[in-house]
C-alpha cells in the first residue's frame, strides 16, 4: 500500500523549483494562468455558452505540466514519442484550447473567438481530428481517464517490441486530467484498478479536487475518500497539493515522473495527483460555486474578474511576454529533434525494426496481407466446417495474429467462451516494472473499460485492438462504442453469443435488440456471419477499414458451411449478396447470420413445390447500405417480394421494404438452442410458410 503525503515514509521531497521544472529563466507563472482564465472567460462569454470554471480553475495546474513536463511539438503533433494529454473533463476543453493556442499549435485567435460555433476548430467538448494537438474526444466523463490507460498500455508494449537497449524510441508519459465527475463515473474504477494492476506506471492523473459539480457542492453525492480508494488499486498517491500553486505542482509532477521510470522504492505504479482547487479561481462572486461551472459569467462578472486578475486587456489580446513564455516550439524542437537522432541510430543498426514501427504508426497493414488473407480464405473453404461462428472467429485468428502483428486482443473474463486468443499470442500479464508482454489482455469483468482502453489503444497508435464479450452485455460498454464510431477509429468489438441461439442461459444473456440497435450508430460496422467463410471475410474487412469500428457478432452454436463461388466469395465484402438464385424467383429471402441456413433449407422445400426464391446474405447491412444503387438494386430488385429472417426484433427490416420479417419482437427463454428456435418460428417450414402467404397476399388470393 503507497503512502498518500509527497512527503511520505520512503520517499524524499525535493525543495519547491522557483519556476516550472525545465525552464531557463522566470517565467511569469500567474500571468500565464491569468491567460488561460481569461481566454476562457472571454470565449465562454462570447459563445454564451460553455463551462468557464474548470479552465479557470485548474489554469494553474495547466502552467506546471504544459509549461515545464510535456513533451510535445506542436510543430509536429503527431510525433510518435510525444507525450499523450487527455483532458477527460472534457466540458472545461477552453482549457485545452487556450493552451494549444497559447503553446503554438496551429489554432489561431480566430478560432478562440469561434468556439463552439458551426465548423469551427474549437468544437464544445474536445474532438480528435477537428483540433491540432486534441489526443481524443472528450465529454461523456470518465471516458477520457478510460483512453488514457488504454494510451499508457500502448506505449509500454511497444516500449517492449521495439525498444534496444539505449536506443528507446517508444519513451513517453501520458497524462490526464480528470475531474469528480470522472472519477463518480463506474468506468473509472475499472480502468484504475486494471492500471493499479498492470503496474502502469508512465501514467500521471491530475485530478482537479474542487468539490463542485452542476447540482451544487458534491460533498452529498460523493464523499468516498478517494486518496484511499486510489490507493487500494495499487496506484501511488501524492496528495494535499495547492492546485493554485504551480511549484507544489510542479514539484508533484517531478516526482511523478521520477517514479514513472524509476520506480518508488522499487514499486512500480500509475500515480494520482490530488490537487485541490477552487472552481472559477478568480472570479469575485462565481468562485467556489456551481455558477462557475457551465454558463457564462455575465458581462459585469466578466469585468470584475479582470480587475481581480489585474489583467487589462482586452478580450483575446495576450501580451508578447506571456506569448514569450507560453511559446513551446524551442523546447519541443530540440526534443523532437533528440529523438530524431535516436531513431536515425536506430534505423541504422535495426532496420527491419525501424521499418516495422513506421509502418505500425502510420496504420498500414503489413506488406504480406494480401497473401496472407487468400490463405485464410482458401484454408476456410477447404475446411468446409460446421462450426459455431465464434470457433470460426479464432481459427480466423490464428492466421491473423501471426500475419498481423499489431492486432491486440482480449476478453472482458469471457476469453473461453469469445475465443479471442490466438495461438502463440501470448497474454499481458504484471510484471515488476509494468505489463509483461502478450498481445492478449485479461480486462477481467470490465466490457465498458476493456472498450474505453481499446479506443485509447487505437487513438495511440501502433496497434489494432480488439476485445470481446457477449452480445448482451454490449449495453454496457455502448458509450465507447459511440465514441469509437464517432472518433472514428480503427477497433474491433467481438461480440460472441449473438442470439437466442446460446440456448439454456436464458433472456438475461439472450440478445434480441442487440444487432439492430448497433446497427443505428453512424460509421459502426456490424457484421454478422453465417458461416465460416463469412466470419473469414468480417475479420478482413474490419482489419481493412481505416475510417471507423467494426462490431463482429459471432454464434454459439454451430451453423452449417455454404457452398459459394468465387465471385460469391468475393461479394461478402460488399456486405449483402445473392448466394442462391433462379432466374424465375418469385421472390427473395434476406437473412443473416445462423438464418442464412434456415432460408437455404426454405428455398429448397419452396423449390419442391415449384417456387423459386432468391437467398440474398447480408452479414453487413450497414456496408450494404453504402454500396452503389445499381449493386442494390441488382440484389434486391424493385419487382421481388422481400422476407426477412433474423433471431432479433423486426422493426429493423421493414426500412428493406420488406413484406414480411420473421423475427423476434420479445425476450427469450431458457432452454436448449433447438426447442427455442422451433418455439419462436426459426424453421425452414416456418420461412418457407412465410414466403407462401406473402405471394398469396401479392396475388389477391386469401
Known amino acids: 500500500m503507497s503512502e ?10 525535493q525543495p519547491a523549483p522557483a519556476t516550472p521544472a525545465g525552464a531557463d529563466h522566470p517565467r511569469p507563472v500567474k500571468r500565464m494562468a491569468d491567460a488561460i482564465r481569461a481566454l476562457a472567460m472571454d470565449a465562454v462569454q462570447k459563445a454564451n455558452s460553455g463551462h468557464p470554471g474548470m479552465p479557470m480553475g485548474m489554469a494553474d495546474i495547466a502552467v506546471a505540466l504544459w509549461g515545464g513536463h510535456l513533451k510535445h511539438n506542436p510543430a509536429d503533433p503527431q510525433w510518435a514519442d510525444r507525450d499523450r494529454f487527455v483532458l477527460s473533463n ?23 473567438k469561434n468556439f463552439r ?22 465529454g461523456p466523463l470518465g471516458q477520457g481517464l478510460g483512453n488514457a490507460v488504454g494510451m499508457a498500455l500502448a506505449e509500454r508494449l511497444l516500449a517492449h517490441e521495439f525498444n534496444r537497449g539505449e536506443l528507446a524510441i517508444v519513451d513517453h508519459l501520458t497524462y490526464v486530467f480528470v475531474g469528480d465527475g470522472c472519477l463518480m463515473e463506474g468506468v473509472s474504477h475499472e480502468v484504475c484498478s486494471l492500471a493499479g494492476t498492470l503496474k502502469l506506471s508512465r501514467l500521471i492523473a491530475l485530478w482537479d479536487d474542487n468539490g463542485i459539480s452542476i447540482d451544487g457542492k458534491v460533498a452529498s453525492w460523493f464523499a468516498d475518500d478517494t486518496v484511499q480508494r486510489f490507493q487500494a488499486y495499487g496506484w ?20 511523478a515522473r521520477d517514479w514513472a521510470v524509476n520506480g518508488r522504492d522499487g514499486r512500480f505504479a500509475p500515480t494520482l495527483i490530488q490537487c485541490r482547487t477552487v472552481i472559477g479561481r478568480g472570479a469575485p462572486t462565481r468562485a467556489g460555486t456551481a455558477k462557475a461551472h457551465g454558463e457564462a459569467l455575465g458581462a459585469d462578472e466578466v469585468a470584475a474578474t479582470r480587475a481581480a486578475l489585474d489583467w487589462p486587456y482586452p478580450p483575446f489580446e495576450i501580451p508578447d511576454d506571456v506569448r514569450r513564455a507560453w511559446d513551446a516550439h524551442p523546447a519541443g524542437e530540440i526534443a523532437q529533434q533528440e529523438w530524431r537522432e535516436r531513431f536515425e541510430r536506430y534505423g541504422r543498426e535495426f532496420p527491419k525494426e525501424a521499418a516495422e514501427f513506421q509502418r505500425r504508426m502510420r496504420g498500414d497493414l503489413p506488406a504480406g496481407w494480401d497473401e496472407a488473407l487468400d490463405r485464410l480464405i482458401a484454408d476456410t473453404v477447404a475446411r468446409a466446417e460446421t462450426i459455431a461462428t465464434r470457433k470460426a472467429s479464432q481459427n480466423a485468428l490464428n492466421l491473423l495474429g501471426p500475419a498481423v502483428p499489431e492486432l491486440l486482443g482480449g476478453s472482458a473474463d469471457l476469453t473461453g467462451s469469445n475465443l479471442t486468443d490466438f495461438k502463440g499470442g501470448g497474454t499481458v500479464l504484471p510484471g515488476q516494472q509494468g505489463p509483461q508482454f502478450g498481445r492478449h489482455i485479461h480486462y477481467g469483468v470490465r466490457e465498458f473499460g476493456m472498450s474505453v482502453m481499446m479506443n485509447g489503444m487505437a487513438l495511440h497508435g501502433g496497434y489494432i485492438p480488439y476485445g470481446g464479450t457477449f452480445l448482451t452485455f454490449s449495453d454496457y460498454a455502448r458509450n465507447a462504442v459511440r465514441m469509437a464510431a464517432l472518433m472514428r477509429r480503427r477497433v474491433l468489438f467481438v461480440y460472441t453469443h449473438d442470439s437466442i441461439g446460446l440456448g439454456e442461459d436464458g433472456p438475461t444473456h439472450q440478445s434480441v435488440e442487440h444487432a439492430a440497435s448497433l446497427r443505428l450508430i453512424p460509421h459502426l460496422d456490424v457484421w454478422r456471419p453465417a458461416d465460416p467463410v463469412e466470419s473469414a471475410t468480417a475479420w478482413a474487412v474490419a482489419l481493412e477499414r481505416r475510417d471507423g469500428p467494426s462490431a463482429l457478432l459471432f454464434t ?15 461479394a461478402i465484402r460488399r456486405g449483402g449478396y ?32 415449384g417456387i423459386a426464391v432468391r437467398v440474398v446474405s447480408m452479414p453487413s447491412t450497414t456496408v ?37 420479417v420473421v423475427g423476434l419482437d420479445r425476450f427469450g427463454e431458457s432452454a436448449p438452442a433447438g426447442p427455442l428456435f422451433k418455439l419462436f418460428g426459426f424453421t425452414a417450414d416456418n420461412v418457407a410458410d412465410t414466403v407462401r402467404e406473402t405471394l398469396r397476399r401479392r396475388a389477391g388470393r386469401p
Open 578 to 609: 445473392i448466394v442462391r438464385d433462379s432466374g424465375d424467383a418469385a421472390a427473395a429471402i434476406i437473412a443473416t447470420g445462423s438464418e442464412l441456413s434456415l432460408a437455404l433449407a426454405a428455398r429448397e422445400l419452396l423449390a419442391a413445390d
Open 236 to 255: 501511488h498517491v501524492i496528495a494535499d497539493i495547492d492546485g493554485h500553486d504551480v511549484s507544489a505542482v510542479d514539484q508533484a509532477l517531478a516526482l
Open 90 to 112: 472534457g466540458h472545461g476543453s477552453m482549457l485545452l484550447y487556450a493552451l494549444l493556442h497559447l503553446t503554438g499549435y496551429a489554432l489561431p485567435i480566430g478560432e478562440l
Open 4 to 13: 498518500s503525503l509527497l512527503s511520505s515514509p520512503g520517499s524524499e521531497a
Open 556 to 570: 454459439r452454436q454451430a451453423v452449417p458451411f455454404v457452398s459459394r463461388s468465387e465471385t460469391q466469395i468475393d
Open 624 to 660: 450494404f447500405d453504402r454500396q452503389e444503387v445499381t449493386y442494390k438494386r441488382n440484389v434486391l430488385p424493385d419487382n421481388l417480394p422481400r422476407i426477412a429472417v433474423e433471431a432479433g426484433v423486426t422493426d429493423f427490416w421493414w426500412k428493406y421494404r420488406c413484406d414480411a
Open 117 to 138: 460555433q458551426l465548423h469551427s476548430r474549437t468544437p464544445g467538448h474536445p474532438e480528435v481530428d477537428v483540433t491540432p494537438g486534441v489526443e481524443t474526444t472528450t
